[in-house]
């Protein structure tokens, strides 16, 4: 497959919310710029809602369509595409949740921004479809704990407005150079749906490639409507293993020892007031990613270590630099949580 390489390739996966999918799509083909072609891959949903797709893509010029018989989850399903993008002349491919309204000028800021810098990884301004005046996501940061979270999540949509570096982009609306994808990979088959995005944006920080926030490029994003329908027990216990499974991979060793009894104590200190405090949800969470973590995800961390081989580019101290402190966030998700009684991400299942 040979398509231009100015025209940008856009990644949409439909999973069961043709409306959604719809919308999305609107959103695009109206918008200021054309040059792009969408890749639409249907991950197996249901029959209904593959026949409302398909009736509304018919006569849609600038996009292929693709049918998977099984739902391979998200990073199964990109990584297929993956495979056949990189060997087109395409410089660039973007990301892009179904769930999502791009903005009129946002694919037009985005080819410019390639035309003219040529980033490693781009980040969209996510904005709360629902709450416009509240940030999704602008990227992700890191803390020292080794969670890799929303950076700007919650905050007013006003802030943000310059360039801003961060540890990688939120799959919902990122942009990858090609380049970079042929040099460290693809997502990690580790993970099926949700934080391939971070490993992969970190895994990238480490190859010494600048990841940023391109502010004038907004998506609206209604807020995980598609992870809403497999979001249960099984799925927030993964995202659990999937932090440490991420910290343990990539994370030099040097960085680890000095981590490891702030670590330590951290989880000991949510373990007990789990306790005291009685939440049980979390706490299940939490004894069930231990007893995964010393059973078998410390050798399976390990034995990906080794095979991915990664070259680490960037000094080790400025990596630490680029850490946030885990005690401010945890003091706030304390007033939340515990005094407050709000539930929290892993509560919600």
């Not at 942009?175 to 580790?190: A, E, Q, R």
């Not at 990238?204 to 209604?222: D, F, G, M, Q, T």
Request: hydrophobic share 40%; glycine share 4%.
């Amino acid at each position: 497959m040979t398509i231009q390489k100015n025209i940008l390739p856009i990644v949409i996966l439909n999973w069961n919310g043709s409306e959604d999918t719809i919308e999305c799509l609107i959103s695009l083909f109206d918008g200021s710029d054309q040059g792009f072609h969408v890749h639409l891959i249907d991950n197996n949903s249901e029959i209904e809602d593959k026949k409302k797709l398909k009736t509304f893509i018919s006569e849609k010029e600038r996009l292929t369509f693709y049918e998977n018989e099984e739902n391979l989850g998200f990073t199964k399903a990109h990584n297929k595409i993956f495979e056949l993008l990189i060997e087109t002349d395409h410089s660039h491919i973007m990301l892009l949740n179904n769930d999502t309204i791009v903005e009129q000028d946002c694919i037009k800021l985005i080819r410019e921004e390639i035309a003219g810098n040529d980033p490693d990884m781009l980040s969209c301004k996510m904005i709360n479809y629902w709450e416009r005046h509240l940030i999704d996501n602008v990227g992700h940061k890191m803390l020292s704990s080794g969670e890799i979270i929303p950076l700007g999540h919650n905050e007013s949509s006003s802030l943000y407005s310059e360039k801003i570096n961060n540890i990688g982009a939120c799959g919902g609306a990122a942009i990858y150079s090609v380049k970079m994808l042929k040099d460290i990979g693809f997502f990690d088959p580790f993970f099926e749906t949700g934080y391939e995005d971070a490993e992969f944006g970190l895994r990238a920080i480490l190859s010494n490639y600048r990841s940023y926030l391109l502010p004038e490029a907004i998506v609206h994003h209604k807020l995980g409507r598609s992870i809403k329908k497999i979001f249960d027990f099984k799925y927030s216990l993964q995202i659990q293993k999937s932090i440490f499974y991420t910290y343990l991979k990539l994370i030099p060793k040097r960085i680890l020892i000095i981590h490891l009894i702030p670590f330590i104590f951290r989880f000991v200190a949510i373990l007990m007031t789990d306790i005291l405090f009685w939440r049980p949800k979390y706490l299940r969470i939490q004894l069930s990613s231990l007893n995964w973590l010393i059973s078998k995800g410390f050798n399976t961390s390990i034995m990906s270590r080794r095979e991915v081989k990664l070259e680490i580019r960037i000094n080790k101290w400025k990596l630490l630099g680029m850490q946030n402190f885990f005690l401010k966030r945890d003091l706030t998700n304390f007033k939340r949580y515990i005094l407050q009684r709000e539930r929290s991400y892993f509560e919600k299942y």
